[in-house]
């Protein structure tokens, strides 16, 4: 019941930081978005925040008493999301500090004027949305609930469409410099795509 309790608190204070930087593509980009950018930013907040809930929400109702706690040991499973979760959101700080300081918003409106090709962008071209997608994968693999891996595979789908929308102004913006840097560098899963 510990390992539970303890679970649900590292998945609810980790996604706190993470929405407040993550709240730049919803208070400055997606005014200044593509259309396709307008419908996919907001679709991509809410999968994501709903699966969050929803692990959340099963992580729960053993201790309100609604379910019955399973008789198996889910220690294991819960330590193993619980790392995944962790691994996530330090790339994420990573990716997002080699940006700029975490204290202030990345510009998001105007064009990028530096190829970030270092540190967690040598990994993979979009380690954000990596981070994004292995804190998704945390509480998926905690509860192991079919319907949190439904709901996982929707938020990864999300967010990697959006890796694709910004490539397109990373194209744009940088040309053949990023048509070198995507050649080398796998776009969000590192040695697969």
Same mark, same amino acid.
Not at 54 to 62: M, V
Not at 77 to 101: C, D, E, K, N, T
Not at 156 to 169: G, P
């Given at each position: 019941?510990?390992?539970?309790?303890?679970?649900?608190?590292?998945?609810?204070?980790?996604?706190?930081?993470?929405?407040?930087?993550?709240?730049?593509?919803?208070?400055?980009?997606?005014? %200044?978005?593509?259309?396709?950018?307008?419908?996919?930013?907001?679709?991509?907040?809410?999968?994501?925040?709903?699966?969050?809930?929803?692990?959340?929400?099963?992580?729960?109702?053993?201790?309100?008493?609604?379910?019955?706690?399973?008789?198996?040991?889910?220690?294991?499973?819960?330590?193993?999301?619980?790392?995944?979760?962790?691994?996530?959101?330090?790339?994420?700080?990573?990716?997002?500090?080699?940006?700029?300081?975490?204290?202030?918003?990345?510009?998001?409106?105007?064009?990028?004027?530096?190829?970030?090709?270092?540190?967690?962008?040598?990994?993979?071209?979009?380690?954000? %949305?990596?981070?994004?997608?292995?804190?998704?994968?945390?509480?998926?693999?905690?509860?192991?609930?079919?319907?949190?891996?439904?709901?996982?595979?929707?938020?990864?789908?999300?967010?990697?469409?959006?890796?694709?929308?910004?490539?397109?102004?990373?194209?744009? %913006?940088?040309?053949?410099?990023?048509?070198?840097? %995507?050649?080398?560098?796998?776009?969000?899963?590192?040695?697969?795509?």
């Amino acid at each position: 019941m510990i390992t539970r309790v303890a679970t649900l608190f590292v998945f609810s204070a980790g996604w706190i930081p993470v929405f407040r930087y993550r709240s730049e593509h919803l208070t400055t980009k997606l005014a %200044a978005a593509s259309a396709a950018e307008q419908r996919w930013i907001p679709i991509t907040v809410v999968v994501v925040s709903f699966h969050v809930s929803l692990a959340q929400l099963l992580l729960t109702l053993p201790l309100l008493g609604l379910v019955p706690v399973p008789a198996v040991n889910e220690t294991p499973r819960f330590l193993l999301g619980i790392a995944i979760y962790v691994a996530g959101l330090a790339l994420w700080f990573w990716a997002r500090r080699s940006l700029g300081p975490l204290d202030r918003f990345v510009d998001t409106v105007n064009p990028p004027t530096q190829l970030l090709v270092s540190g967690p962008f040598g990994i993979v071209r979009h380690p954000l %949305a990596l981070g994004t997608i292995l804190c998704a994968l945390g509480p998926a693999v905690a509860t192991g609930a079919p319907i949190t891996w439904l709901t996982f595979a929707a938020s990864a789908f999300c967010v990697a469409k959006r890796c694709l929308q910004d490539e397109d102004l990373l194209w744009t %913006a940088f040309g053949t410099a990023y048509g070198a840097y %995507a050649a080398r560098t796998r776009r969000l899963l590192p040695f697969v795509w």
